[in-house]
């Protein structure tokens, strides 16, 4: 029988877009909700960011570029916030200095969030009003909230891993469930070489859905005979790239990133400690079949050397990743200590959308024919296309509907705070 589509059930495109915007408002609340007020105010680095900045920053962009700018009448809730939350939009004026956030002591957690309350409740009601140009900006704004979704977990990690307690983000017995997936000695499938395609293929956008600016414009790119290895690397085969003195074997890294071992006396991956690994749950003991993450690209590419394989390219990567669900994987859905869980199975091309961020050989330059777009926003990704390298695929931390296959996350060569993993390639 064939089936019957009832036009007063179709999803209307501003409900659809006020229902996204307020789930995404409220995981950032339930990701803090286990947060005192301290913990939401410390900075453990430079890099990271306090759990109550990334709160206030996502509100200062919906309040500056959306009901600021296209709301007449609208009056900031406090004229020295975006002082205090600008990031680096240096269209917008100063700011205060991003190595100090963790000295904004005031506003309170309590106070971030009565602002939030503020934004969201004046932003869904002139929804219904606001030009197309502004909804548009609504669209960015919950990608970019989703972006600081990520990265207010792995500051979170990092901030709690500096603490000798070893406390945990999220207790063992609220969790019970998750943190048994994640400590299961589940059976790590065999690591097999699937080939990709070759030849002039399109990458890029195609449309037909969000996408930040550096994803485009869809462009040809040339791909040489070569195969992706079924799944990431493991704990356990980085267990066996330490023991055969990876990290003392000067032939395997790069110039930059020996100097970097030797600078930092690395040895391990981040988090590793004596059989153990720092999670959001606490100290855990490392699971050998699940994907090795929180390595540098320095790692990844000494490690790839290591075993007679090489970095994949971004456009390779991007090639195998095209047909696959991006919903599908292991990604973030609910407040809880994420961590890689081992692939199940060993045929086809596993755990390529969540898990873990997976290191390309692909500098993070722009496409043939890109240009930022007009005014603030367009120092989104932009002005970042400098040294640094390009991340495919999403992680245990990335929110759900937020991968693509087309997608683009890039980080210094040497950081490795965020759930960074590596899939190794190889030519034919």
């Known amino acids: 029988m064939a089936s019957r589509t009832d036009a007063s059930q179709k999803t209307d495109p501003l409900e659809e877009l006020a229902h996204r915007f307020a789930a995404t408002r409220r995981l950032s609340l339930d990701l803090v909700a286990t947060l005192s007020d301290a913990d939401a105010s410390a900075q453990s680095m430079p890099d990271a960011s306090p759990a109550k900045w990334h709160l206030a920053h996502t509100t200062w962009f919906f309040e500056t570029f959306v009901l600021r700018d296209h709301l007449p009448g609208y009056r900031l809730f406090d004229s020295r916030y975006p002082f205090l939350f600008n990031s680096y939009y240096e269209a917008e004026g100063p700011r205060h200095a991003r190595p100090q956030r963790g000295l904004l002591t005031r506003p309170s957690l309590e106070e971030a969030c009565i602002w939030r309350a503020h934004v969201d409740a004046a932003l869904q009601t002139a929804l ?58 589940s059976g790590q499938g065999a690591l097999l070489w ?12 195609a449309g037909g859905g969000f996408a930040f600016d550096c994803e485009g414009p869809r462009h040809d790119a040339l791909l040489t005979p070569h195969a992706l290895a079924s799944r990431p690397v493991s704990n356990g085969e980085w267990r066996e790239f330490i023991a055969d003195g990876g990290y003392r074997t000067p032939s395997l890294w790069l110039s930059d990133g020996w100097a970097w071992v030797q600078a930092e006396d690395v040895e391990v991956p981040a988090y590793w400690r004596d059989g153990q690994m720092f999670t959001l749950a606490g100290w855990r003991d490392i699971d050998p079949a699940a994907p090795v993450t929180h390595i540098s690209f320095f790692e990844a590419d000494a490690f790839a050397t290591w075993a007679g394989a090489r970095l994949p390219t971004e456009f390779e990567w991007e090639a195998a990743a095209a047909p696959l669900d991006p919903l599908g994987g292991q990604q973030l859905d609910t407040a809880g200590p994420v961590q890689p869980r081992a692939a199940s199975g060993d045929t086809d091309l596993q755990q390529m959308f969540g898990s873990v961020w997976e290191w390309t050989g692909s500098a993070y330059r722009p496409y043939p024919g890109f240009r930022a777009a007009p005014g603030a926003v367009g120092e989104y990704n932009g002005k970042f296309m400098s040294g640094q390298f390009v991340l495919r695929g999403g992680s245990c931390a990335t929110p759900r509907g937020h991968c693509r296959a087309s997608y683009r996350n890039f980080f210094y060569p040497h950081q490795r705070w965020q759930f960074t993993g590596v899939r190794l390639a190889k030519d034919l």
């Open 128 to 185: 219904p009003d606001l030009p197309p140009a502004a909804l548009a900006l609504v669209e960015l704004g919950i990608h970019h909230e989703q972006q600081h979704q990520e990265l207010l977990l792995t500051d979170l990690k990092h901030l709690f891993a500096q603490n000798p307690l070893g406390p945990a983000v999220w207790e063992e017995g609220a969790i019970a469930s998750e943190v048994a997936q994640i400590s299961a000695d």
């Open 194 to 205: 699937i080939k990709g395609a070759d030849g002039v293929i399109p990458v890029g956008d």
